[in-house]
Structure formats: C-alpha cells, structure tokens
C-alpha cells in the first residue's frame, strides 16, 4: 500500500494563478481532510470530507475549493492564487467508525510569489 | 469551535531527562486527543493518543494524560533520546470522521 500520495510536490505559482493539488489514498479509507501548514500556527484544517459525496468547511476555507472525485481521491483547488497562500499542504484520510487515527500525506510545498 | 493551546512553543532538555508538552481545550464533547510527531521536512505521524474513557495511556517512554475536568493533557517524554528532537502537536477531537482541531506545535531539542 503507497498510503495517502499528493502531487506535487512542490509548486510555484504566480500571482493569480490557478492549480490544483491532488490527493489519493489506497487504505479505502472514508473521510479524507485537506490542512494547511504554516511557521507557528501548526495544522489548520481547509475543507474535509467526511464521506465519498460530501465536502464541508474546516477553519480556513477561503480562496479554496474541494473536489471528492471518489473514494480514494480529494483534490483541493486554488481558483486564483494569493501570497497569502504560501504554505505546505497536508492530506489526511481516516477509516471512519474503525478508529481515530488521521494518515497524513507527504505533503505540497506551495510558494506564490 | 474548538480551541487547543499548547505549552510550550520550544522545550530545550540533555539527552535522559523527561520532557512534558501540555495542551488545554475548549470543547467538552471534544473526546479523542491524539499526539503527532513531525521531523523536519516529513509529515505528522502519530505517537500516542487517548480516549475520553481514559486518564493516562503508557507505550515505551511516551505516557499522555488526560484531565477532562480540567480539560488538559498532557504528553511524557521519559529518558529522551537525540532522536526525539522534533516539532510535537497536540489535537482534539470529538467523533472519528470529525476534523482534528491542532495546537501551534512544541519544538523539542533534545542535546546530548
């Protein structure tokens, strides 16, 4: 099993563009999570996913937007790219009702310039 | 929403003493508190977590507490190695399938 993939790795973007981070697992996990990561302000959850159909807010949601293209896979787009934007993204995927433990990705480092 | 404080920001301690991370909530339904360990340039893996339905749980050298009264726990480093030098998270949560609430995150260094 490769676990929870994201690709890229890393990107950079300028200002205004758009792209899309992808994020597959392979453990058929059901609920899947999309975090943000910056210096001091630990993981703070964008959207998640509880369920293939259904997508939610987390805490930080602006300037993001979700697609559960399936069961494995949680894509988080960026219409239009900011600065403030710079960050390294996390997904996560847990087996619902069969524990709490969240398995993380490897992880896209973003930079906008 | 919920909110998770964690202390301290930096812990520095010689390789073989103890380390202790402490984290405060908010939530009371909040009933998962899971501790991730994260190195430099990889991703959050979990060490240790606990249940609301109990007040400490043991594995090697790492012990977390948990005070739903008070609505704190805690994490226990013991005879702590170089090798635990590391950005530590607390996080709640209040069912399987909710999102995990993070604190800010201690960096632990560990000095031989």
């Known amino acids: 099993n490769a676990g929870v993939t994201q690709t890229p790795k890393f990107q950079v973007l300028k200002t205004g563009q758009s792209m899309t981070l992808q994020c597959a697992q392979d453990?058929?996990?059901?609920?899947m999570y999309w975090y943000r990561q910056d210096p001091g302000m630990g993981l703070r959850l964008i959207y998640y996913?509880?369920?293939?159909?259904?997508?939610d807010k987390g805490e930080v949601p602006n300037g993001y937007n979700v697609s559960r293209l399936n069961k494995r896979e949680f894509s988080l787009r960026l219409e239009s790219a900011a600065p403030s934007q710079t960050s390294v993204y996390f997904c996560?995927?847990?087996?619902?009702?069969?524990?709490?433990?969240?398995?993380f990705g490897p992880g896209t480092r973003l930079t906008v310039t | 929403g919920e909110n998770v404080e964690q202390h301290p920001s930096t812990l520095s301690v010689q390789e073989g003493d103890s380390a202790v991370i402490k984290c405060t909530y908010s939530?009371?339904?909040?009933?998962?508190f899971p501790w991730y360990k994260q190195e430099l340039g990889k991703r959050p893996q979990l060490i240790i977590d606990i249940r609301s339905n109990v007040g400490e749980k043991k594995d090697q050298r790492i012990a977390v507490t948990l005070n739903k009264t008070a609505k704190h726990f805690s994490l226990h480093i013991t005879e702590t190695q170089p090798e635990d030098s590391a950005v530590y998270f607390c996080a709640a949560s209040k069912n399987s399938g909710y999102a995990l609430n993070f604190g800010k995150g201690t960096s632990l260094l560990v000095t031989p």
């Open positions: 939530d009371s339904a909040s009933n998962y």
């Open positions: 996913s509880a369920s293939e159909g259904t997508t």
């Open positions: 453990m058929n996990h059901n609920s």
């Open positions: 996560a995927s847990l087996l619902r009702d069969k524990g709490f433990e969240q398995y």
